[in-house]
């Protein structure tokens, strides 16, 4: 009996120690450092098998080149590379002295200048209202240009935008080098232009360590505003490869939507919700962690093509022309 | 009118309550695995208020304990580079308890704890996880000791005080699961029932109160252990405070609470 009661003790302390597992432990040296980092992208990052990469191959080719008399320099530019190997704009290791990045478009084609549209189309007569600088072309066609999702959209300040751009006879949505910010500031925006309950896309985040464990993808709606302006006129979405994440998301979106057509470039891409993580030694990394898809069902993260591809040389910036903007107003004009 | 006026063999019921408020400060260690796989320390202080009271009934064998308690912590990580988050902690217990006398100056109490914490955790460095949310409700057990002496004349109680939540629920996202996707409706699995094998959570204090006049001084120790797991997530808080505290023992006269005396 007193034997029994031993067992029942036992299993109920070891039952208690569930609660009390560890998590990875790593020493402030280069091989913790590294080893931390790698553990914590493996844990959390969430597209290996869409970008089919090899984690733990790249771990064996890294860890070689790991070694105890390394400087904090020498270990971030070799971590900073082996997070290049992910090739994701959302990914990045943080160290006091520097950020290393993969950011596409800093290697392609601009497509944008601020100068010609302000100059030579808006003839530096514009609003300005939540982030959103905003005039009537012309040849009467609105324009706004929003280049940070991190701003926040006021409700109201949308209200005046849009009945100032209502007697406009279409509308483009300029978002080229808009790099993301806050999700929510998508849906204020996306709202505006829809006339019922629309899906918006769907998310999921990991659910465990495996390369392949998530959550059943979780499909979300937008509603269209009550007692706000809606937008229902013809609209064009212009986009470069600077407009990255949130923006990504944007663009997705409005793609979907059966008044509005994208033109420029194909959109940065960045459709992993980006998580913070952190190294023995305060290092932080930054990974995408929750995979968003687009209204289709599709992943964005390689970036959203255009309807529309146009492309704005350094000629055409020298000579005061915006290709792009050109394209739209002539879609607009011509609709 | 006769029942109204107190017989020979009816008394008012005398059920002394302790009330006593305290500043607690200390230290404190945090791992939230939401926010970051490094534990943090640093310090902690906080507010808490004790409500120690024989029941209404059988008031000679049972007594009711009510501590509410709010905190904050600052914690900074082992690298000591900079980064930090901030810890907001509520709480609040209600005990009822047996108590025996073992000796004359020795009391025994044990019985049942219904208690409940919540807060959050901010790590302003974080992205999509710069915040972790804590809720849970508990069911478990207490069990408090206490010995009567005097110190410089002056009544002194030292009392132990150990409390262990067993079962109940609590919030934890679902593995790395955003705070905004919960905000866009996805909330599917974020209760999770609380037991042993998934987290454990103790308080222990140890104290003094000591009786100059009708102000009770005192002078106490306070433990919080926490740890928890949770679909990948880690979880673990540990506070040691030392508190110093001003109540008084308060009489409680209700002409609705009677106690029999038998002859």
Not at chain 1, 224 to 239: C, D, E, G, M, S
């Amino acid at each position: 009996m007193a034997t029994r009661f031993h067992y029942i003790l036992i299993a109920i302390v070891l039952a208690s120690l569930g609660g009390c597992h560890s998590p990875g432990d790593w020493s402030n040296d280069p091989r913790g450092n590294f080893e931390a980092l790698w553990n914590e992208v493996d844990r959390h990052y969430c597209f290996f098998e869409y970008k089919d990469v090899d984690w733990q191959e790249v771990h064996d080719r890294y860890a070689v080149r790991v070694h105890d008399g390394m400087s904090d320099y020498e270990l971030f530019d070799l971590c900073g590379a082996m997070l290049r190997e992910l090739r994701d704009g959302h990914v990045n290791l943080i160290a006091p002295h520097d950020v290393s990045r993969y950011w596409i478009w800093e290697r392609r084609p601009v497509n944008y200048d601020e100068r010609v549209v302000d100059e030579f189309y808006l003839n530096f007569d514009y609003r300005r209202a939540s982030g959103i600088k905003y005039a009537v072309l012309t040849s009467n066609i609105g324009y706004m240009h929003y280049g940070d999702f991190s701003v926040a959209i006021g409700e109201g300040n949308l209200d005046h935008v849009l009945n100032y751009l209502s007697t406009a006879d279409g509308l483009i949505i300029d978002v080229r080098g808009n790099g993301g910010g806050l999700l929510t500031n998508v849906q204020t925006l996306v709202e505006r232009f829809i006339d019922e309950r629309t899906l918006a896309g769907s998310i999921s985040h990991k659910t465990g360590n495996g390369h392949s464990d998530f959550s059943a993808p979780y499909d979300y709606y937008f509603e269209p505003p009550v007692n706000h302006i809606r937008y229902n006129k013809p609209v064009i979405v212009l986009a470069n490869r600077g407009s990255y994440s949130a923006t990504n998301n944007f663009v997705s979106i409005m793609k979907s939507l059966r008044q509005v057509t994208v033109v420029g470039d194909t959109t940065g891409g960045g459709c992993g919700l980006p998580f913070t993580g952190e190294l023995p030694n305060g290092w932080h990394v930054r990974l995408s962690s929750a995979p968003i898809t687009g209204p289709d069902g599709r992943l964005t993260e390689w970036g959203v093509a255009p309807d529309s591809v146009v492309t704005m040389t350094p000629a055409d910036a020298a000579a005061g022309r915006d290709p792009l903007l050109d394209t739209a107003i002539s879609l607009l004009t011509s609709h | 009118m006769a029942g109204a006026e107190p017989s020979d063999s009816v008394a008012q019921a005398l059920r002394p309550a302790r009330r006593v408020v305290e500043l607690t400060g200390g230290g404190a260690a945090v791992l939230d695995s939401y926010l970051s796989p490094v534990r943090y320390r640093g310090w902690t202080t906080g507010l808490r208020y004790e409500h120690l009271q024989a029941t209404g009934f059988a008031p000679q064998h049972w007594i009711r304990q009510l501590t509410v308690g709010a905190g904050y912590a600052l914690v900074h990580n082992p690298a000591r580079s900079g980064n930090k988050m901030h810890v907001l902690d509520l709480a609040a217990s209600w005990t009822l308890m047996r108590r025996w006398r073992l000796r004359p100056a020795w009391q025994l109490a044990l019985g049942p704890m219904i208690d409940a914490d919540g807060g959050a955790v901010y790590n302003p460095s974080g992205s999509n996880n710069v915040v972790s949310a804590r809720a849970r409700v508990s069911l478990g057990a207490a069990a408090r000791v206490s010995f009567a002496t005097r110190l410089a004349g002056r009544p002194l109680t030292l009392s132990a005080h150990f409390a262990l939540p067993v079962i109940g629920i609590w919030f934890c996202p679902d593995g790395y699961e955003s705070y905004y996707e919960i905000y866009l409706g996805n909330r599917r699995g974020l209760v999770h029932p609380a037991w042993w094998g998934n987290r454990f959570d103790a308080n222990i204090t140890v104290g003094a109160d000591w009786q100059l006049g009708g102000t009770i001084l005192r002078l106490a120790y306070h433990g919080h252990f926490e740890t928890a797991a949770c679909r990948g997530l880690d979880t673990r808080h540990v506070r040691h405070t030392v508190g110093i505290g001003l109540g008084g023992d308060f009489v409680s006269l209700s002409p609705r609470h009677r106690l029999t005396v038998r002859p």
